[in-house]
């Protein structure tokens, strides 16, 4: 079953960990590296997910202890439960350990506290969430005694079930539509019904006398309580509670779960519940006894105000945010974002990921939250564009001099983005640190594409007198663009070239047999970088030219280990204002550096990103 | 006649104004006062959690942090033993050691260190932390850089361009801040000696400085923003990026690390608990030499 189970500070101390199998390759590690530091987009969907070598690991945040919950499982088991042991792991730890966890950030504590009694209590958590599991899974298949036809959920859509559907639904919106013969009180009467689900109806009607006055109600109008009304997938609540109170009822009747009023079947939440028939009749811990002390503040927190006590208890003892509390300034750093050019799925992604950090987190009453998420956005952003691989490449070129081939480099990108300027200004400055540089024509398709880089190269001649080195490689136009590479690269390892730069032709992303040309031109001649060239003016359309560029190079390779962008040349710098968006969202896409920026029309504006100075534009009001 | 009155009303009511003038002030220096004590205590709280929630962002450092001067700052790449060595520093009483993984926030703590007190920084070796580092190297009092003795000769190139990072730092070098280099994990069978690990890394630190004077000018603010902006404090950062790339030992002459102002010791150490040569005290005894210089 569980392969591993560890509990660590996110400084990278090891609190707790149990392995049950012999792990290799230190899956752990890789989690972290791959997916908590490096905040890109993760190619898989599922959240809290991570796949690697036969491992699959999940995991879990206690962000106001600053403790991390990793699970580590065989990749081809299905264990559902694990959600729920992350949960509970997390509430018996933290209760039992709050005084060790004190201890590690007390200055005057020198012994490392001991957390290695908690394995009993963690194999009594696993025990517990996972009999459950079974539990339910063999309730749900077969259940103590049939259940009623009419409590599946194939019921409702059997006709009958779809038509007596209806019928309730008819019910309970009849009163919302009645308000067209009823008028204005009688509309009244309904509003104050739909606050209270289940006495909906003439009993409520007593109240309206009290009511202060209310928003007109136009006849027809769908106003927000009529749609709560209808809205049934809010209503869970109570189901719940209904849940957590029938422990005193049958065994067959708890694990089958409530039929909710709509006629859903659904099953009872059992994480709030004790198990059944359990041996030692051990009680999981539920999630109002994780905040324990700090409920009322957690309350306050969230609702704003408790009395002139818990707006003092706020001030002083700090509230915890809770996602309520974060929606208002997300949302504001999202459309903030936005305008500075994010793509929009960027922006909502690493916004929702900022406030992932910070729900649990303690604050003082006066402390402003929009400035915290901010400073937290701050973090995130210089996370995500702080290259992790090398920017070095006159480094990586001389590597290549050691092995006596030529250092390649490919600029691909959509058409019209620079990819000729900036390969020639990519060649100037190696021209100034004095490499041979051999230039490949391969764009063998826009007319005037091969002039274009000769005359570059005369004028690359010209303007760097004391290094000649540079040469066009050219076949003309409508060949193939991968052979021409080939030969290219081919032509500089005889003639002592230290590097090749590759011109492709533009393409657009979605343009497949161009895209195919493409990864059979990478694939054929594998060259060390592969750069794509793109506009800082774009916006969301940057997301959607790399990931296609990717994937193009991925599944039309027909190699094993195929390749992917290396690195982005940012160009049309200068043209953005402070707008530099696009930074990020083509570096949040694919994880990749931004080694270079174009800056403007002659061979010397190429230039350092510079991850400071766009994150203070990028926050800039 | 009816003159007094008014001058008497006006007296009067001047009296109760001075009164309610009195009674406002107080209260709102009160309330000011009050104001004051719950905003201090908030910011301590958020700063507080929030360190522990993000790790110590670049401006996360609250004043009383940037201000220290007892500051050791534990670097190195990742997988070195950083937050092994910093727990060692930091709990030595502990009988046994916990068991560390990739780090994904700052460590930082108090501790005392032959009969000194020193503020211990065990900052991540992930590439993404560069910026955290940057920001906590110019308080620094002492840098301890840690090294994979066995897997130094595949991950030379990382691990030079990182020591080369932090000892070009502007600060590091006007303050001269005196590096312990730790080759550790001298308990592997494939770990190298220092004197090797020395040697590796000149020879790398000599390619990359040719490589680094050759590398492009960063971005300057001018083309984030075409407009305003371009206040002091941006040049200042700008140009401080620029010095980052400073050339390191003397031109013409192979890079040593004896060429460097800052004074720097290589030692070998084991953190693997009752190794007999483990250079532990070494390292105190470093800390608290470098401390009291």
């Known amino acids: 079953m569980l392969d591993q189970f560890t509990i660590a500070t996110k400084g990278g101390i090891v609190l707790w960990s149990k392995a049950y199998a012999p792990i290799t390759h230190r899956p752990v590690d890789l989690l972290v590296q791959d997916v908590l530091i490096q905040s890109t987009r993760l190619d898989s969907t599922s959240s809290n997910k991570y796949h690697t070598g036969t491992y699959s690991l999940q995991w879990g945040f206690a962000n106001e202890l600053n403790v991390i919950f990793i699970a580590v499982y065989q990749k081809i088991l299905q264990l559902p439960y694990l959600e729920d042991l992350l949960r509970h792991v997390k509430n018996h730890f933290v209760a039992r350990f709050q005084q060790e966890l004190k201890m590690l950030v007390d200055p005057e504590c020198t012994t490392f506290p001991d957390f290695s009694e908690f394995e009993l209590e963690f194999e009594k958590v696993w025990r517990a969430v996972e009999d459950r599991e079974t539990k339910v899974r063999v309730a749900g298949k077969q259940g103590g005694a049939p259940r009623k036809f009419e409590d599946t959920k194939k019921f409702q859509t059997t006709a009958k079930g779809a038509k007596l559907e209806l019928e309730e639904l008819a019910q309970s919106s009849e009163m919302n539509l009645g308000r067209k013969s009823g008028g204005k009180m009688r509309s009244w009467k309904e509003r104050s019904g739909t606050a209270s689900d289940d006495s909906r109806g003439p009993a409520s009607a007593g109240k309206k006398g009290k009511k202060a006055k209310e928003n007109r109600v136009w006849d027809g109008q769908v106003t927000k309580e009529s749609m709560k009304a209808l809205d049934f997938s809010s209503e869970k609540d109570s189901e719940h509670e209904g849940g957590s109170h029938a422990i005193s009822s049958l065994v067959d009747e708890r694990s089958r779960g409530e039929r909710t009023a709509d006629g859903i079947y659904e099953v009872a939440d059992v994480a709030e519940r004790s198990v059944a028939g359990d041996s030692d009749n051990f009680v999981?811990?539920?999630?109002?006894?994780?905040?324990?002390?700090?409920?009322?503040?957690?309350?306050?927190?969230?609702?704003?105000?408790?009395?002139?006590?818990?707006?003092?208890?706020?001030?002083?003892?700090?509230?915890?945010?809770?996602?309520?509390?974060?929606?208002?300034?997300?949302?504001?750093?999202?459309?903030?974002?936005?305008?500075?050019?994010?793509?929009?799925?960027?922006?909502?992604?690493?916004?929702?990921?900022?406030?992932?950090?910070?729900?649990?987190?303690?604050?003082?009453?006066?402390?402003?939250?929009?400035r915290l998420v901010e400073q937290s956005m701050e973090t995130a952003l210089t996370r995500i564009l702080t290259p992790v691989s090398s920017t070095d490449i006159i480094r990586d070129i001389e590597q290549a001099q050691l092995q006596h081939r030529p250092y390649t480099m490919a600029f691909v990108g959509v058409n019209g983005v620079g990819k000729s300027t900036n390969l020639s200004k990519v060649c100037y400055w190696l021209l100034q640190n004095n490499k041979r540089v051999l230039i490949a024509a391969c764009d063998t398709f826009r007319s005037g594409a091969v002039e274009q880089l000769r005359v570059h190269v005369r004028n690359l001649r010209a303007l760097s007198e004391s290094n000649q080195n540079v040469e066009i490689f050219e076949r003309g136009y409508g060949k193939d663009s991968a052979t021409i590479a080939r030969d290219a690269i081919a032509f500089g390892a005889a003639n002592a070239f230290d590097v090749v730069l590759i011109d492709t032709a533009g393409r657009m992303q979605d343009n497949e047999p161009l895209m195919r040309a493409l990864a059979k031109l990478v694939s054929v001649n594998s060259p060390d970088k592969i750069l794509f060239v793109g506009e800082a003016l774009v916006g969301n359309e940057a997301v959607d030219q790399l990931e296609k560029f990717n994937q193009a190079l991925r599944d039309f390779s027909g190699q094993s280990k195929p390749r992917h962008i290396d690195g982005i040349i940012l160009t049309k710098f200068d043209t953005i204002d402070d707008r530099v968006g696009a930074a990020l969202s083509m570096t949040y896409t694919t994880g990749q550096p931004i080694l270079f920026v174009g800056t403007g029309q002659t061979y010397t504006d190429l230039r350092k990103m510079n991850v400071s100075q766009v994150i203070r534009a990028l926050l800039r009001a | 006649m009816a003159e007094p009155t008014p001058l008497l009303q006006a007296a009067g009511s001047g009296g109760t104004g001075l009164y309610m003038l009195l009674g406002t002030l107080l209260i709102a220096l009160i309330g000011a006062l009050v104001w004051y004590v719950l905003n201090q205590q908030s910011a301590a709280i958020s700063s507080q959690s929030m360190a522990l929630a993000s790790g110590n962002s670049i401006h996360g450092l609250t004043s009383a942090q940037r201000k220290r001067n007892n500051a050791i700052v534990v670097v190195g790449p990742m997988g070195a033993g950083k937050t092994a060595l910093w727990t060692r520093l930091r709990f030595p009483d502990s009988a046994t050691q916990p068991e560390t993984q990739t780090s994904m926030s700052v460590n930082s703590a108090e501790a005392h260190i032959n009969e000194s007190k020193a503020y211990l920084v065990d900052i991540p070796g992930h590439q993404k932390y560069r910026l955290d580092r940057d920001s906590y190297l110019p308080m620094a009092r002492g840098i301890i850089f840690v090294v994979d003795s066995a897997r130094v000769t595949e991950t030379v190139r990382t691990t030079a361009e990182l020591i080369y990072d932090v000892l070009a730092n502007k600060k590091v070098q006007t303050n001269e801040t005196p590096m312990l280099l730790l080759c550790n994990k001298q308990d592997d069978p494939m770990a190298l000696s220092n004197t090797r690990v020395k040697a590796l890394l000149e020879d790398e630190i000599d390619k990359l400085r040719a490589s680094r004077q050759a590398g492009l000018d960063s971005l300057r603010d001018a083309h984030v923003a075409a407009s305003g902006a371009a206040a002091g404090g941006d040049d200042d950062d700008a140009a401080a990026d620029e010095r980052t790339s400073d050339f390191l030992g003397y031109d013409g002459k192979k890079f040593s690390f004896e060429d460097l102002p800052n004074p720097i010791q290589i030692n070998e150490s084991s953190l693997v608990l009752g190794h007999d040569m483990s250079g532990l005290e070494l390292i105190e005894s470093w800390v608290a030499d470098t401390l009291h210089s």
């Open chain 1, 284 to 370: 999981l811990l539920g999630d109002s006894a994780l905040d324990g002390d700090n409920d009322d503040s957690g309350r306050a927190g969230s609702s704003g105000s408790g009395g002139i006590f818990g707006l003092f208890k706020s001030l002083t003892g700090g509230r915890m945010l809770t996602a309520d509390v974060l929606a208002e300034p997300m949302a504001r750093m999202r459309e903030h974002l936005a305008n500075k050019n994010v793509a929009a799925d960027v922006a909502e992604e690493i916004c929702q990921t900022v406030a992932r950090g910070m729900i649990g987190v303690r604050v003082g009453g006066l402390q402003n939250i929009r």
